[in-house]
């Protein structure tokens, strides 16, 4: 079982960066699959990003592809999440999540989840 702990949300203004980071707990980090989901207000979870064990492969949502990556540092057991060009629609609670496998690396499920941090983007 991991623990994740999200950080780095916050209120920033259209075309503003922002960079999302994840804290596994345990020792076992580098043997998941990671991702970083959101849920807007009103609207049901979507996936935005995940990131295979080595960092080999990753996959990103069609919204957000060329404005965020997805990076992981394996001797940090944190995964990150660098969002540019924000706009007022990635306003969301952002989640990390792991996985011990997917069967898709873009629409797989995940087992283990974070409480969320408030990315709030203004116009």
């Known amino acids: 079982q991991v623990q994740l702990e999200e950080s780095g949300g916050g209120l920033v203004q259209a075309g503003d960066s922002l960079r999302l980071s994840c804290a596994a707990s345990g020792r076992t980090f580098s043997t998941y699959i990671m991702g970083w989901f959101r849920q807007a207000p009103g609207k049901e979870r979507e996936f935005v990003a995940a990131?295979?064990?080595?960092?080999?492969?990753?996959c990103h949502a069609d919204f957000v592809r060329g404005r965020f990556t997805i990076s992981r540092d394996n001797a940090k057991n944190t995964v990150y999440l660098q969002m540019n060009s924000l706009k007022p629609e990635d306003t969301a609670v952002y989640y990390c999540?792991?996985?011990?496998?997917?069967?898709?690396?873009?629409?797989?499920?995940?087992?283990?989840w974070g409480q969320g941090t408030q990315v709030t983007v203004s116009s």
């Open positions: 990131i295979t064990r080595s960092a080999g492969n990753t």
């Open positions: 999540a792991a996985a011990g496998s997917v069967s898709s690396l873009c629409k797989g499920a995940f087992d283990y």
